[in-house]
């Protein structure tokens, strides 16, 4: 399915890219209605998880979804959007027709019912948005071995770098300390992907703080 753009500009907020969400996740047929459960946005794109339920009460039957306990079966959706010339535009997507955008948030996925095929699109989308979650989130000051070289636009590379932010119009921006040179470089988040913590900011905070978070603690008052 291509592009659906609305023109009339009805979408001027994330309230009302939300609310047209919830609308487009809900559906009712003459024997099935489908109902949102969670939506949550992550960047431009709208991850949302449906349940579907057979209006006559007996369990839907479906090739790609084990069936709850309850009769109905709950799927994963994804929303591409973006503004062209202020009108809001979407392109959507079931998970199991192989989407590009897996970011959604573990919370959303354990929703979802079970799959009845381990080498479904479906699965293959649900295991690249757990590899998308797993992704250190680092905090300032820790010290990290990225899985492989990244290339500058130098043409050097790094590997060990720590984290720090640079400020830009008031605010502060994540970037990281290159061990080698000193030098500072943004880093997407991809790139962090198998990355090592050598050293935490935390346990470098005080020497009682590093017992603690190396869990060598001893049981032993203060002498």
Known sequence: MGWLFYTDRRVKSYADEKAEIARLCTYQSDIRKTVLVKACKVGSTWYAALRLTNLDGSPVEDATYVTDEDGSITFGAVFLTR?????????????????????????????????????????????????????????????????APVALSDGSTCQIVTATHYRRGGQKRRCYRIEETGGLVRLSKASLAGSELLS????????????????????????
């Open 200 to 223: 935490s900011a935390k346990g470098d905070a005080s020497p009682v703080l590093a017992e603690f978070f190396s869990g060598r603690g001893s049981d032993d008052g203060p002498s």
């Open 83 to 147: 503004y062209d010339e202020g009108c809001w535009g979407y392109k959507d997507m079931e998970e199991s027709a192989g989407p590009v955008g897996s970011r959604a948030p573990a919370s959303l996925l354990a929703l979802l019912s079970e799959l009845n095929d381990p080498d479904s699109y479906a699965h293959a989308w649900r295991q690249r948005c757990r590899d998308w979650a797993a992704i250190p989130d680092y905090e300032e000051g820790d010290k990290i071995k990225l899985a």
